[in-house]
């Protein structure tokens, strides 16, 4: 994927296929923005997003818990959320579960249900098992805007933007659904648009089993009601999968765009795989047998149905595509490497931060009498005077104008109604809105 920054090469196969399908080729790059889940291995500008906003009903996937343990999670997080303790990392989270079952914590949610110590116990050994895979870089500030999905060149060319699998094998479940949270984030947040000419955004779930696989019910819902809805706010969505089976029934009726690769039947499984696959496809007068067109298709072939104006799927196709672009390999590790590096993402997103959260309040109400905690990162007090105070006072407007413009002054923004104890309205998904910081750059 990472070829498509680069201008492809010429082949013999490359002329003959634009030949065939009446293409005026000519080899040529795109913007392309590489991403990281969490800076984990591989090249690209690391994407993260805080516990809070991330929310219960996505956090249980990942962990794989059933609904009593999902419910109880959700009970974590409304406790944090009216408490003002910000849970941010994984170490937040931790922290807040083991107060509830304390004997100091135990009170707090009475009236409320309780905290069981035995599932209190699993959803910790799950988060271990999370933190260990990776899960630890996962979550934190700087939060990623999800808006920065929706730039533009100055040209007003679309930016791609590529997020790296490398290093994510221990936790392809995190990365689905992460991905999930950033359809939820743009749900909540982009205006309803109507019917648009084009879509302002398209999504593209690489491996969508994996965001299904032992999916609760609430999931699978909330799945099916955002890819409904999310079209009215102008993004489109694509799962892309071997088989059709591997999309829920109620998710695969909100989808109206299909492009179907070959398959194979070398077993009766697969047999039973291609019936079913065809049985997805409206009929076709043009193409009677369908199972045996798709056990035919070439290289760079597809069968195709999409909506029509009136909303009704169009009969199926046999598509050639067009030849692409851009290259069709990987891109030069140093070429990337220097597109990340000139990246403004980058200067933003690239360096992580640790503000004061649950972890530390928590920590501060145990702290010995006379020693107060000191905040995440903070330094003692240094005494002031003389000619150092001077320069100090001097550089006091450089420094605040900084301050106002980093990343950590945006991502504080966005969650300052956790941080100031108000508690927070959560979506289909359990996510929690942000404010936006106005220095936001567009």
Known sequence: MSGMAAPGLTSDRITKRATETATDWRPRGFPVEFLNLGGQGGTGVPVRATMTSFGPLLLSKVLGLNETQESSLGLVFHFADKAGLPLLDLKDLRAVISHLTSDEGKADLDGLGGLSPATAGVILRELIGLED???????????????????????????????????????????STFLMWMLADLFHDLPEMGDIDKPKLVFFFDEAHLLFDGASKAFLDAIAQTVRLIRSKGVGVFFVTQTPKDVPSDVLAQLGNRVQHALRAFTPDDAKALKATVGTFPTSKVYPDLGELLQNLGIGEAVVTILSENGAPTPVAWTRMRPPSSLMAQLDPAAQTALVNASPLQAEYGTPVDRESAYEKLLAKVAPAGEPALPAGAQPEQPSGGRHGAEVAAGVGGVLAGVMGSSVFKSFARSAASAAGREITRSLFGTAPRRRATTRRR
């Not at 934190?140 to 929706?150: A, Q, R, S, V, Y």
Request: net charge negative; glycine share 16%.
């Open 133 to 175: 895979g990776g899960g630890d870089v996962f979550f934190g500030e700087p939060e990623f805007d999800t808006h920065d999905l929706l730039r533009t060149t100055p040209e007003g060319k679309g930016v791609l933007s590529v997020m790296e699998l490398q290093g994510l094998q221990a936790s392809p479940r995190l990365f």
